[in-house]
């Protein structure tokens, strides 16, 4: 259970210490807003997926990691980078996939600080954990998050829909063509 750093980043494995600040994000309908049905996750929700997260660690040796700023003293989470195996595969989707995602607080948006996690999570899932491919989900509002795929190498793969009855857009990485990117 190792810690990765990037330029600006600390990303430590999920921790409990973690849970209060993660209500706080969860909470916020800025960060709830196109997760899902959209609302904000009251408190049991999030304390529910703090559980799962951990156990998730426990189960695969990897899952979802802290977004810390690399600064001395500063302890506050500030987002989640998520590597995930799927709970169940995914239509048109061979497995071995890992899911990939991100929340950061509002506070630090329009940083890069997302797609700088996403990256250094996105070479972890192929290097450490065997992934075959990864996969991502986003609502097509959520322009944001659909750049952070694109910009980490992910190509659009189909158009689905949510538990909700959302409209979602899965996006793909395959390992040949993340094989072909980091070594050209
Ligand atoms: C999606 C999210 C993680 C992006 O975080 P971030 O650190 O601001 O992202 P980055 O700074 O790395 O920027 C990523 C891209 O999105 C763009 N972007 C950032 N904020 C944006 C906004 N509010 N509206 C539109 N685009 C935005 C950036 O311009 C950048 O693209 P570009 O470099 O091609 O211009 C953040 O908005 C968030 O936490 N949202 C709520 C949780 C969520 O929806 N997670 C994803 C679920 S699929």
């Given at each position: 259970?190792?810690?990765?750093?990037?330029?600006?980043?600390i990303l430590p494995?999920?921790?409990?210490?973690?849970e209060e600040d993660?209500?706080?994000?969860?909470?916020?309908?800025?960060?709830?807003?196109?997760?899902?049905?959209?609302?904000?996750?009251?408190?049991?929700?999030?304390?529910?997926?703090?559980?799962?997260?951990?156990?998730?660690?426990?189960?695969?040796?990897?899952?979802?990691?802290?977004?810390?700023?690399?600064?001395?003293?500063?302890?506050?989470?500030?987002?989640?980078?998520?590597?995930?195996?799927?709970?169940?595969?995914?239509?048109?989707?061979?497995?071995?996939?890992?899911?990939?995602?991100?929340?950061?607080d509002p506070r630090?948006?329009?940083?890069?600080?997302?797609?700088?996690?996403?990256?250094?999570?996105?070479?972890?899932?192929?290097?450490?954990?065997?992934?075959?491919?990864?996969?991502?989900?986003?609502?097509?509002?959520?322009?944001?998050?659909?750049?952070?795929?694109?910009?980490?190498?992910?190509?659009?793969?189909?158009?689905?829909?949510?538990?909700?009855?959302?409209?979602?857009?899965?996006?793909?990485?395959?390992?040949?063509?993340?094989?072909?990117?980091?070594?050209?």
């Amino acid at each position: 259970m190792r810690t990765l750093t990037t330029e600006r980043l600390i990303l430590p494995p999920w921790d409990p210490r973690f849970e209060e600040d993660f209500c706080r994000l969860g909470a916020d309908p800025r960060v709830s807003r196109y997760l899902g049905d959209g609302r904000p996750w009251k408190p049991e929700r999030t304390v529910a997926r703090h559980g799962e997260i951990l156990a998730h660690w426990r189960e695969h040796g990897f899952g979802w990691r802290g977004i810390l700023l690399r600064e001395p003293g500063d302890e506050a989470l500030i987002g989640v980078a998520a590597l995930s195996r799927l709970s169940k595969p995914l239509p048109g989707v061979d497995e071995p996939a890992i899911e990939i995602g991100w929340w950061v607080d509002p506070r630090h948006w329009g940083k890069g600080i997302a797609t700088e996690a996403a990256a250094v999570i996105r070479d972890e899932a192929f290097t450490d954990h065997g992934a075959a491919r990864l996969v991502a989900r986003y609502q097509p509002a959520n322009h944001a998050s659909g750049n952070i795929m694109r910009k980490i190498g992910m190509r659009h793969h189909d158009d689905t829909t949510g538990p909700y009855g959302e409209a979602v857009r899965l996006y793909v990485l395959e390992r040949s063509d993340w094989v072909t990117a980091t070594h050209s």
